[in-house]
């Protein structure tokens, strides 16, 4: 509003004003009428008021609601944007707009005034791969029975596990399903590729020759005991000649593996092996170029490193097993214990 125009309106007011030095309810209401006139003649759409002010919300003459424009204020959880503190809430709530003020310097303003985004509380190299299937949540679509506990709803999963028929090749093929074995509460959870000829015929994973060596790295790299951690697989079938796993047959089994992860809720997982880490990050980036780093899954911790059956044909890795095995003790929070490679 120009200078001239404020005059105006001022000296209409004063002109009503009688000598007592309080001026008539109309003559009040006109000089605000054409104070808010002269606003529009500027160019001036919105003002900012103060919330407790007890200025007319909606200029219909009742007395704004303080509760009410409180809520009008508070987007609902579908339009919620960033969020910020109470008190810078309040702040721009209450900081009325300049009418000679740009919109573009108003935004500007208004802008710089928002919070910085939260500082991530994710350890330091951490990466983050998209899940297979873009959710990471088919255990949603299992019957999780409930007010049981963690023993209870595993078992009951191996059952529900047991007669799952979702890959025909694999039923024809199997002696029975390998569910999982281990602490239902463990922090460390370690994933395999899929059951071989000795986890067939006992229904348990890691049993065989490399079940053996994966005892040794728990045991003897970690200094942790086996019945301390959780042992599964990708699979909950033995592919016939222990050939590898399909995508198709990964993606059928994804719902048990995310249902038995959100049972046990861990906080770190070591995947063993190309098809576990690429299977559980739904990644093809080989086990190589996954080593090394901390991954995430559903906010746990992810390790990768050399399958124990391949660290049996080629001893000489067992070394960069160990490796990783230090990384994952570091990652936990754990002492490394004084052994230089974690053999049988």
Partial sequence: MTDHHQDDAISRSAADTPSSGFPPKEAILRGLRLYFEDLQRAGVQHLLMPV????????????????AQREAATPSPGEAGPSTSADSASTLASEPVSPAMPKKQRAR???????????????????QLSLLGGTGQGWQS????????REEILAELAR??????????????RTQTVFGVGNPYAELVFIGEAPGYDEDVQGLPFVGRAGQLLTAMITNGMGMRREDVYI??????????????????AANCRPWLDATLAVIEPKFICCLGNVAAQNLLGTDLTIGRLRGKIWEYNGAKVVCTYHPAFLLRNPAMKREAWEDLKLLLQVMGRPIPRRSTPDA
């Fill in 109 to 127: 303003e208004a802008a710089s005034r928002k919070e910085p985004p939260a500082e991530s509380t994710a350890v330091p190299g951490t990466e």
């Fill in 142 to 149: 299992v019957r999780l029975p409930e007010g049981k506990s």
């Fill in 232 to 249: 599964c697989n990708i699979l909950r079938c033995r592919p016939p000649n222990n050939r590898t796993p399909t995508r198709e047959e």
């Fill in 160 to 173: 529900q596990v047991a007669q799952c028929v979702r890959c025909p090749a694999l039923v024809a093929n």
């Fill in 52 to 67: 407790s002010s007890g200025v007319v919300g909606d200029w219909s003459g009742e007395p704004a609601d303080s509760n």
